[in-house]
């Protein structure tokens, strides 16, 4: 089985950083990075001590690995740009099917890293899940073999299984993430600091580690306790969006529980 021993980077945001970063640091050699932004592209190049491009027609032909890690609406558009026949490519979205691959003279893949990005935040790639996929046996186990070595979670997933991945983890962090932007912004009104929410964040986070979610939901919507629900519907009535948010999501939290009894 041939080893993938050199990749291209096409992209140069956040995961195209940490991806290429974490490549690096265990071995592999990222030989070029491309980015249609020319500071971009240099940025991530002079981490990587290798070269960078912003025309995709000078990208080097003789990689083991190309790696797509732009934005979705981008990838269709590049890869009828890419002209480098027989390679072997994979993305790393967590929404495109494999199949966008599919009428390109390409061999492909999918490596996906389960975790949010940003450029100044380090973080241990080791502890990211990768979820990787094939057009066959060959090509996964050479995923699967460099995958070990940046990461020690690796799981084969499907096409439709990582897109429901990825709509659970756009609930799970994006979704929570908006949720304590609110939070700040209602604590700051009162000049509160929003550390004062952490113990009870990192227990609500390990609750759900050991267990169902939905079997350790507290707060009022669950007790259906009206009088507390209608006290901060009132004190939030100078922010309409944020009533509207608590009372969907509250009247989410009854229905949940209503559904659970009935199973």
Same mark, same amino acid.
């Given at each position: 089985?041939? +080893?993938?021993?050199?990749?291209? =980077? ?7 950083? &940490? #991806?290429?970063?974490?490549? @690096? ?7 070029q990075?491309?980015?249609?932004t ?57 929404s ?13 893949g ?13 973080? +241990?790639?080791?502890?990211?899940? =990768? ?7 060959? &090509? #996964?186990?050479?995923l699967? @073999?460099?995958?070990?070595?940046v990461?020690?979670?690796?799981e ?67 007790r ?7 006290k901060h ?14 009372n ?16």
């Amino acid at each position: 089985m041939k +080893s993938i021993k050199t990749a291209i =980077l096409i992209g140069a945001g956040n995961v195209a950083t &940490h #991806l290429g970063m974490a490549l @690096k640091a265990n071995g592999i050699e990222v030989l070029q990075v491309y980015s249609r932004t020319g500071k971009s592209a240099a940025a991530l190049a002079q981490k990587l001590d290798c070269y960078c491009t912003t025309d995709i027609k000078k990208i080097l032909p003789h990689a083991d690995l190309y790696i797509f890690s732009v934005a979705d609406g981008a990838l269709d558009y590049l890869l009828n740009s890419f002209d480098i026949k027989n390679a072997f490519v994979v993305h790393t979205s967590g929404s495109l099917n494999m199949n966008i691959f599919a009428g390109h003279n390409v061999r492909y893949g999918v490596l996906y890293p389960l975790q949010t990005f940003s450029k100044k935040v380090k973080i +241990s790639f080791s502890n990211i899940p =990768l979820c990787i996929e094939a057009q066959d046996d060959e &090509h #996964l186990k050479q995923l699967m @073999k460099l995958a070990r070595r940046v990461s020690r979670k690796v799981e084969h997933i499907t096409s439709p299984q990582r897109e429901a991945l990825h709509i659970a983890a756009v609930f799970a962090c994006n979704f929570t993430n908006h949720m304590f932007a609110i939070a700040d912004e209602l604590l700051q009104k009162e000049k509160l600091s929003f550390d004062l929410l952490y113990p009870l964040l990192d227990e609500t986070l390990r609750k759900v580690k050991t267990h169902k979610p939905a079997d350790v939901q507290t707060g009022p919507a669950i007790r259906e306790d009206k009088v507390i629900m209608q006290k901060h519907l009132d004190m939030l009535s100078t922010l309409p969006a944020y009533q509207k948010i608590y009372n969907f999501i509250s009247r989410s939290i009854r229905e949940s529980k209503d559904k659970n009894k009935k199973s």
